[in-house]
Every structure is written in structure tokens, then in C-alpha cells.
């Protein structure tokens, strides 16, 4: 490591200088990079509604609605010419009204209130339609055009395009409070005025590099791309911390900059990549996630942390020996207290606290699975505060939920696809069911049947039926009817149907989520296990340190239980591994300094000093994940990154807590378990 050191601050303008232009590169070419905005994308390829939905595409020309405009106040010749002017659109085709079903010119009294209520209603107009998935923002605003700005617009095409206008701005909006907070926590905590520049700076070109180098991948996931900078900002911060305080040591006893620089490098590295490697280890389990989102952000995160902790290593150290001066000229005396009080205070309530300990983490284990979970994207933008929410609730106030699942099952059988037809008309929650064979006939030859009627249900290998349901698409009753509707179709056509929509492909989400999540929590308690194993050389001191970081975990998601709220479970996948992996490092940080003083000080003793001595580093590290992750919260209006983002700023805060206080005390009432469980671990003051 000295050679290494040596060698790249011999070269240190050079080193600068290649990291400069990757990341001007980098910037250039994170505009090339996609962004996917439809969880449906990301289920598994042998999921049975991907596969449905893949041999759809193939099949019919003609594809099912994915959104849905309501006008107000409109007459029914107003709506026609409405309904004629989006037909008209580039991007926008299938375009469903009342006269599609029903004479319009005959009055209205004559024809069934159902039939008519489905789409004309108290002078209201709902009107149905296919988006192209190539440019849906822009042929969304190229229909407010036409409906205008009080028209109520809902649907997966809505939600997705809008989604992709608004996460690029609220991003923006996050990072321009989210950076001058952070900067402001490090001018507090550190001594000099330049550093912060430095730590930002370091940061700042691995994200870069990191959102550049993911051209590889084509496109990301939009969780991956909204969450992703401020979470490896938040997370890996603590590197260039361990370097600058371990420069500032090494210049102290004298040495010359580029002498303490290189036995910074070396010193700190150890520490710094073993933080690293819990970091990476979390987002790495995400990797085994059949759902792709998991493996789309834990392979973008590992990068990130990976690409972070050479900044640190490489980039920082060449970077800081150029700029010292600057850092010498700017320094101030330190803001933070020395927390003498606060030590004392720890171990006057270590009782209590453990007490409380003791008794909220079962109950906590056992509330986070209870937790009322959405799994599909219908809820990501269903809070009514939000355009969005309020139109979707609009729609859904007026003409009800909306629920389209589509069947598919091979051509010839015209008598079973009656059968199937009418069994599916007799379950209750279903309004209506459109098939070739309930609506034409076996008599009428295929021919004899008008181009656009014949090819919306007829294709070369399938015919499918049109399922309208009147509940919604996600939760117990939408797969329960999801559930019904399979069964019903396995008995008719054995194995050979298919069948997609919104509540069929949410279902599958649900079911492989579910699935993932004991493998992926397992996975990465274990490897994090292995890696505490190694580092500490001991086999208590894992089992410790994970059930505090684990118990904090229990304790944040047994929130949402707590207050009622309805949590999307990607959100609470994630935050399972993200937590444990980013906040381990406090752990380990206090650990290893618990271990130090232990060798010369009594076990309480010990404590109350590492309690003194991490505090500033711990509260550092956790305000910046804190303020980080609340700030994702509130400013996004995406569902899934607005709860991750809470998950996370409580997340920092809990654990920041345990560690301080709970964490001392185990360390305490287990000193000669971890003395009898660890090898080359004996105090001399064993009191």
C-alpha cells in the first residue's frame, strides 16, 4: 500500500487530471441514459403474465386501454368531436367512447343505464384510450391540448409519463437543498473551512463517474435513478471523513504533507474498506432479487459505493496535497462539544434504555410483517394531494374503479370459449365480458366481420376476451378476483390460457417480492455476518452488532404498522438491506474503538470513553443519511421513492440511537463472552 501511495502522489496532477475529464465525460453522458418508469418491466421474464403480455404483442395489433379522460360538463356531440380530435393524435389509437357501444342518437332513456353510465354520467364524458409507450409525456400534453387543463386523466400511461417529467425536477429541487444542508453539517464538524469543499468534491466526482458509467446498462430503473446519487452522497460521505481526519493526525507529529498523506492512505484503508465492504454487501443482495429492480439498483448501488471508496483513496489524497495550503489558510476552531456530559449520561440510563430495548424489539419483529402493503404502481401517485391522486380519485368517485384484465386461449374451440365467457360473467365482480365468440358468433366466418372489431379480439394463434371488472388492482380483493379468474380459466382450458392486466401483473409482483424477500435479508445478514467474523475475529461480537443494527431495522418498519400506513413493498425491501448495510459502519466504527480503550480501561469505563470519542463521527455520518433521506421523502411525489427516502431518515436516526446507547451497554454486560469467543482478545482489567 506505501509503493501505491507513493507512486499515484508522485503523479498527483496527473491522477486529478484523469479523474477530471472522466467525470466531464461522465456528464456528458449521463443525457444518454435511460430511464424505466414501468415496474411491470421488471418482473421476472418466465412470470405468467410477461409471458402473456409478450405473446399480446405479438398477436393484436390493437392494445388494451391504459388510461382514462374524464370532462366534465360536456355534452354528448361535444364529446364526439373531443373523441374525434384524440383519434387524430400521433401516439394516441383505440380511442373508446359511448357510441362505440351504443346507439348516441337514439335517446338516452331508450338504452341501458349501465351501458350508458359507463361512460356518460351526470354530464360527465370517460373516454378510454391507448398510449404509445415511445413519448408518453409528450403525447400527454399533447392531449391536455385538446381536454384541457380541468380534464381529469388517470391510468398506467398517466402515471408513467407524468412520472417522468416530474422525478428530473423534484430531483433537481432535492439536490439544490440537500447539498448547501450537508455542507453546512461538515463546516460544523470539521476544523476547517476548505475540507468540506474537499469531501464534496470527492463525492461529487465518484456520483458523476457512477450515473456516466451506467450507459452500460442502457436504461435504469426510475427508484435506481431517483434514489441512487443522494443515497451513495449520504452513504459513503464517512470515507473522506477516516482520510482528512487521519491526514490532520499524521501532520501533527510533524511529518511533511506528502509523508502523512501516504501513512493516511494506509492507515485509514482498512477502516475504510471494510466500511466500504458492508455498504456494497447490502446493495449487492439486492442482486438476487427476481424482481429486477433489485438487481437494476444493487448492481448501479455496489458501483457507486465501489467507485466512492477510489475517489476517496486515489482522487482525495492527490486533490488534498495540492490544496493544503488552502486547508491550513481556513482553519477555525471546532464547533462540536466534547460530550463529556453526554458519556455520563449514557451509562446513567443504560438500565432503562435496555429495558425499553428489551421490550419494544419483539413486538417490533412482530409488527413489521403485519404492515398493510401495496405492491403494484397503481398507488405510487394515489395521494389525492397530487394532480395525479386528485384526478384518479376524480374518475374513480364518478364512474367507479376500473379493473381491465385481458384472457387469451387458442383459436378453434368455439363452444369452450362461450363457456369460459359466460362463467366468467357469473363471478360478481365482474360488469362485463367482451370474447369473439359471446359478441360475432361461430356462424359468421372471420372475413364477414369488420377489420377493427375482428383484429381487437381475433389474432393468429389466440382469441381473447376483454375482462371489465369493478374493483381495482391492487390488494386483497383485486387477487383474490385475479386468483378467481385463473382458476375459472384453468378448468376450461388446462395450462394453454393466458391472461394480463394491471391486477394479473401486480399479483405476480406481489408474489415474487414476497419470495425474494427472506433470501435476500438472509443473503446479506449473512455475508455482512461473515465479514464482522473476519474483521473482529470473533463470534459473539457479529451476533452483537448485527442484532442492534437488525432490531433498529424491526423498529422503523413497525412504524408504518403503528400509524396505519399503507407501505409499498419495494420501499420495504430495500430498506432491509440498505439500512443494514449503510449504518453497520457505526457499529463497527464504535466497536473497534470500544476494543482500544477496553485493552487499558475497565469495560464501563471503555464505554463511556468510545462513547466520547465516535459520538461526533456517528452523528456526522447519521445527520447527513437522516437530512438525506427526509428530503427524499418530502420532495418527491413518486410513492416508492417518498417512502424509501422516510425509511431511510428514520432508519439513520434509530440506529444512530442504538449504537450510542444500547450498543455500550451490550458491549459491557458481554465482555468476557466476546473475550471467550474471540481470538487474541484479553483485558487485563476485567471489571
Given amino acids: 500500500m506505501d509503493s501505491i501511495a507513493k507512486l499515484m502522489l508522485n503523479h498527483k496532477k496527473t491522477v486529478v487530471g484523469v479523474f477530471m475529464v472522466l467525470t466531464v465525460i461522465c456528464v456528458i453522458l ?68 359511448l357510441d362505440d357501444t351504443v346507439n348516441v342518437y337514439a335517446p338516452l332513456e331508450t338504452m341501458k343505464a349501465d351501458a350508458v353510465e359507463a361512460y356518460y354520467k351526470n354530464g360527465n364524458a370517460l373516454f378510454t384510450c391507448y398510449i404509445d409507450e415511445g413519448d408518453l409525456y409528450g403525447h400527454l400534453m399533447d392531449i391536455r391540448k385538446i381536454v384541457g387543463e380541468d380534464a381529469a386523466m388517470s391510468g398506467e400511461a398517466v402515471n408513467t409519463g407524468m412520472a417522468t417529467e416530474s422525478t428530473t425536477v423534484e430531483l433537481t429541487q432535492m439536490m439544490a437543498i440537500v447539498l448547501p444542508l450537508i455542507f453546512l453539517i461538515l463546516l460544523i464538524t470539521t476544523t476547517s473551512w ?27 430503473s426510475f427508484v435506481t435513478n431517483a434514489a441512487g446519487s443522494i443515497l451513495q452522497l449520504a452513504v459513503s460521505m464517512d470515507y473522506s471523513i477516516f482520510l482528512l481526519h487521519s491526514f490532520s493526525r499524521f501532520r501533527k507529529t510533524g511529518l511533511n504533507v506528502q509523508e502523512a498523506m501516504e501513512k493516511a492512505v494506509k492507515d485509514s484503508f482498512t477502516s475504510v474498506t471494510s466500511s466500504a465492504l458492508t455498504t456494497v454487501i447490502g446493495f449487492a443482495a439486492l442482486i438476487l432479487m427476481r424482481f429486477r429492480i433489485g438487481p437494476d439498483m444493487g448492481i448501479v448501488m455496489a458501483k457507486a459505493i465501489v467507485l466512492s471508496l477510489l475517489s476517496v483513496l486515489v482522487f482525495l489524497p492527490c486533490l488534498a496535497v495540492l490544496c493544503y495550503k488552502l486547508i491550513d489558510k481556513t482553519q477555525h476552531r471546532s464547533f462540536m462539544p466534547t460530550f463529556h456530559k453526554f458519556s455520563y449520561l449514557v451509562m446513567k440510563v443504560k438500565v432503562p434504555v435496555m429495558i425499553l430495548f428489551i421490550l419494544f424489539t419483539i413486538p417490533s419483529f412482530i409488527a413489521k410483517d403485519r404492515i398493510s402493503f401495496a405492491y403494484g404502481s397503481s398507488e405510487i401517485y394515489g395521494d389525492p394531494s397530487t394532480k395525479i391522486g386528485g384526478d384518479a380519485l376524480k374518475i374513480n368517485e364518478e364512474f367507479g374503479l376500473s379493473n381491465q384484465i385481458v384472457c387469451m386461449v387458442p383459436k378453434g374451440n368455439s ?43 381475433v389474432g393468429e394463434h389466440y382469441t381473447r376476451m376483454v375482462i371489465n371488472t369493478s374493483v381495482g388492482v391492487d390488494g386483497k380483493i383485486p387477487f383474490a378476483l385475479a386468483e378467481k379468474l ?51 475475529k470473533s463470534v459473539s461480537l457479529p451476533v452483537i452488532l448485527v442484532l442492534v443494527i ?63 470519542e465516535t459520538i461526533a463521527s456517528i452523528l456526522t455520518s447519521g445527520s447527513i443519511l437522516c437530512i438525506s433521506g427526509m428530503m427524499l421523502g418530502n420532495r418527491s411525489t413518486n410513492g416508492v421513492i417518498s417512502q424509501l427516502g422516510y425509511l431511510v431518515g428514520k432508519g439513520a436516526i434509530l440506529s444512530c440511537f442504538m449504537v450510542l446507547f444500547v450498543l455500550p451497554t451490550c458491549l459491557c454486560w458481554f465482555d468476557k463472552l466476546i473475550q471467550k469467543t474471540s481470538i487474541g482478545m484479553k483485558f487485563e482489567k476485567n471489571y
Fill in 415 to 457: 363452444p369452450a370459449e362461450q363457456a369460459l365467457a359466460d362463467a366468467f360473467s357469473e363471478i360478481p365482480e365482474v360488469t362485463n365480458v367482451l370474447s369473439y365468440a359471446k359478441t360475432v358468433g361461430s356462424s359468421i366466418p372471420e372475413e364477414y366481420v369488420p377489420k377493427d372489431k375482428r383484429e381487437l379480439l
Fill in 30 to 97: 449521463r443525457g444518454k441514459v435511460g430511464v424505466d418508469y414501468n415496474l411491470m418491466n421488471y418482473l421476472p421474464k418466465d412470470a405468467p403474465s410477461t409471458t402473456a403480455l409478450d405473446v399480446m404483442d405479438e398477436e393484436y395489433a390493437v392494445k388494451p386501454p391504459n388510461c382514462r379522460i374524464m370532462m366534465e360538463n360536456i355534452s354528448i356531440p361535444q364529446a364526439m368531436e373531443i373523441k374525434s380530435q384524440l383519434k387524430q393524435l400521433d401516439g394516441v389509437s383505440d380511442v373508446l367512447w
Fill in 486 to 536: 385463473r382458476a375459472t380459466a384453468q378448468q376450461y382450458y388446462p395450462d394453454t390460457y393466458l391472461m394480463a392486466g394491471e391486477a394479473v401483473n401486480t399479483l405476480d409482483m406481489k408474489n415474487t417480492v414476497t419470495e425474494d424477500n427472506t433470501l435476500v435479508n438472509a443473503i446479506a445478514i449473512g455475508a455482512i455476518f461473515v465479514v464482522l467474523t473476519f474483521t473482529f
Fill in 550 to 612: 437488525e432490531s433498529s431495522i424491526w423498529m422503523n418498519l413497525a412504524i408504518p404498522y403503528l400509524v396505519g400506513e399503507r407501505l409499498n413493498y419495494i420501499s420495504y425491501l430495500i430498506i432491509n438491506t440498505v439500512q443494514l448495510g449503510a449504518t453497520v459502519d457505526y457499529a463497527i466504527l464504535f466497536t473497534n474503538k470500544y476494543l482500544e480503550n477496553r485493552k487499558e480501561n475497565s469495560r464501563w469505563h471503555a464505554a463511556r470513553i468510545t462513547v466520547r
Fill in 194 to 220: 476548505f475540507e468540506p469543499v474537499l469531501f464534496m468534491a470527492a463525492i461529487g466526482v465518484a456520483i458523476a463517474i457512477n450515473m456516466g458509467t451506467n450507459l452500460m446498462f442502457g436504461t435504469i
